[in-house]
């Protein structure tokens, strides 16, 4: 089984920063596919940025030149640096991950998200 952790949310003002770190516990951390995935209230989950078996990242057009989505092996940790914050980015993040033989757009692992609120 896989077991995700989200840490790092917080309050920040607009223009402020925050890094998102999610442990990650499996012994195939290396063959996972991740993301970060957001929820706002009232809204539908949306994807923030992905990255795969290869390392190709994808993000949201939303968060493009802003967000930057990074794993450390070494750690089994995945991170996402947010810069720039905008009150639109005020959700709950949470840390996404699937063992299937490839990256299917489909995530079987969910951690309990984090708290990211941005005031303007």
């Known amino acids: 089984a896989v077991q995700l952790a989200e840490s790092g949310g917080g309050s920040v003002q607009a223009g402020g920063s925050l890094r998102l770190s999610c442990a990650v516990s499996?012994?195939?951390?290396?063959?996972?596919?991740m993301g970060w995935f957001r929820q706002a209230p009232g809204k539908k989950r949306e994807g923030v940025a992905v990255?795969?078996?290869?390392?190709?990242?994808a993000y949201a057009d939303s968060v493009k030149g802003r967000f930057t989505i990074s794993k450390d092996n070494a750690k089994n940790t995945l991170y996402l640096q947010m810069n720039s914050l905008k009150p639109e980015d005020t959700a709950m993040y949470y840390c996404?991950?699937?063992?299937?033989?490839?990256?299917?757009?489909?995530?079987?692992?969910w951690g309990q998200g984090t708290q990211v609120t941005v005031s303007s």
């Open positions: 996404a991950a699937d063992d299937f033989d490839y990256c299917r757009g489909a995530y079987n692992y």
């Open positions: 499996s012994y195939q951390y290396s063959r996972l596919c």
């Open positions: 990255i795969d078996l290869d390392g190709a990242i």
